[in-house]
């Protein structure tokens, strides 16, 4: 999709609000309250202060090390010192408040902070889904850019494609700050979640909290934004949203995936045709609702599944942890094996036709590359990202090849459910 598409998208995304998406606002109920809560927040922002300085120390001596390093190297190992040096900052944004360090990393995307991949991909994990060719099968999530604010920037440190949204078709309240808990040990999170030709661009579509018809919610975003989309989300999975996966059961799946699937249909297209459509589903399901799911799927031809989004259970490995307690969706390793499961069941079911996203839980290549063994066509990492950094990017992809060599594949897509064969 060319660089201009995603400067439009971020426009039009813009435009069907009368406020940006997603933007939150606190006020004092009186005079005397704020007046109450001043000391506390000059500490807050004297330590911002501080924090702020060190990561501008940070970000200082890599540039300027990085000057000097440039003058001696080609370009492809300075692009891999330069990756490697953004490791020296994660310990610097650990220390922020994680919502902070969020809007950092997310304004750095968008300003060109970021290092720029130069080095082209291994061929062997080159594939092409839905007759668009992806350079390789690693995304980023939705959830990250939730208003295509850093689009290019986070396509150009490497990934394959990067998902934005959700996009809900008007602005919303997040849940009460704070909203997103690390858990340090298990490198997971809770996210109790606050909504708001370069590359292949998806975009996830939500419904707003307190509308009684989903499938128009749902029907306007494609209106709104299916033109600068390289494929489509239905996301009926967000534990954040209250009764929103209500619409995974058979029946109201089935009608709501029809009336979106029309109102695609009924747009105009070009040569290359509508943007494919997915549906984003919970891993908290039993075995008759994937059955259901999958019957939905491949009655109606859908373009694919994404397989998982965050889930509400809180397993041993973290349950005595107190941020545990919180509301949200619970993300990272502790999801990896709930969420392979769930897309081992769904590859059966489907019988392979239809591709599959793997997300939930991915930190490595090895992990990437056993999603895709148990069905995955593609894979998308989130939290793993926002632990390690940029750095995490190529280390993947590289670990990725060397396991389809190690194994004798040539390709992705001979990988994809080669447990099954």
């Given at each position: ?20 998406l997603h933007r939150f606002s606190h006020f004092s109920s009186s005079a005397s309250s704020a007046s109450a809560e001043l000391p506390r927040s000059f500490n807050k922002r ?107 920037g986070l396509l150009g440190l490497g990934f394959g494609f990067v998902e934005v949204g959700s996009v809900t078709p008007l602005p919303q309240d997040g849940n009460p700050k ?10 997971d999170e809770v996210k109790n979640d606050v909504k708001s030709g370069l590359g292949i661009l998806g975009v996830n579509l939500g419904k707003n909290k307190t509308s009684e ?209």
């Amino acid at each position: 999709m060319a660089a201009c598409s995603y400067r439009n998208l971020v426009r039009h995304v813009s435009s069907l609000h009368s406020t940006p998406l997603h933007r939150f606002s606190h006020f004092s109920s009186s005079a005397s309250s704020a007046s109450a809560e001043l000391p506390r927040s000059f500490n807050k922002r004297r330590l911002l202060l501080i924090q702020g300085r060190w990561l501008t120390g940070a970000a200082i001596g890599i540039v300027v090390a990085g000057g000097t390093y440039v003058c001696t190297v080609d370009e492809a190992t300075f692009c891999e010192w330069l990756f490697s040096a953004t490791k020296l900052v994660n310990p610097f944004f650990a220390l922020l408040d994680p919502e902070v360090a969020h809007r950092l990393g997310l304004s750095a995307a968008a300003h060109g902070w970021f290092p720029r991949e130069k080095r082209p991909d291994p061929s062997s994990i080159g594939l092409e889904v839905w007759g668009r060719k992806f350079s390789n099968p690693l995304g980023l999530a939705a959830g990250f850019d939730k208003n295509a604010e850093a689009v290019e920037g986070l396509l150009g440190l490497g990934f394959g494609f990067v998902e934005v949204g959700s996009v809900t078709p008007l602005p919303q309240d997040g849940n009460p700050k704070p909203r997103i808990f690390r858990l340090q040990e298990e490198g997971d999170e809770v996210k109790n979640d606050v909504k708001s030709g370069l590359g292949i661009l998806g975009v996830n579509l939500g419904k707003n909290k307190t509308s009684e018809d989903a499938a128009a919610d749902y029907v306007q975003g494609v209106h709104s934004l299916s033109q600068y989309a390289d494929y489509l989300v239905i996301n009926v999975s967000s534990p954040n949203t209250p009764g929103l996966r209500t619409l995974q059961g058979r029946k109201q799946l089935q009608d709501l995936v029809g009336k979106v699937q029309a109102a695609r249909d009924e747009m105009k297209w070009g040569e290359a045709g509508p943007p494919p459509l997915l549906v984003k589903i919970a891993p908290d399901l039993s075995k008759d609702d994937l059955e259901d799911i999958a019957a939905v799927a491949l009655d109606l031809h859908l373009d694919g599944l994404i397989i998982s989004n965050t889930t509400i259970s809180r397993p041993d490995s973290v349950s005595r942890n107190p941020v545990a307690a919180e509301t949200g969706g619970l993300s990272g390793k502790p999801l990896f094996h709930l969420s392979t499961n769930i897309l081992k069941e769904m590859y059966i079911l489907t019988k392979g036709k239809i591709p599959l996203i793997g997300c939930g839980g991915i930190s490595s290549g090895e992990e990437a590359y056993k999603k895709i063994r148990s069905g995955a066509t593609l894979v998308q990492l989130y939290t793993a990202f926002a632990y390690a950094g940029p750095a995490l990017i190529p280390q993947i992809k590289a670990d990725l090849a060397e396991c389809l060599e190690r194994d004798g594949f040539k390709s992705i897509l001979e990988a994809v459910g080669a447990d099954f064969r």
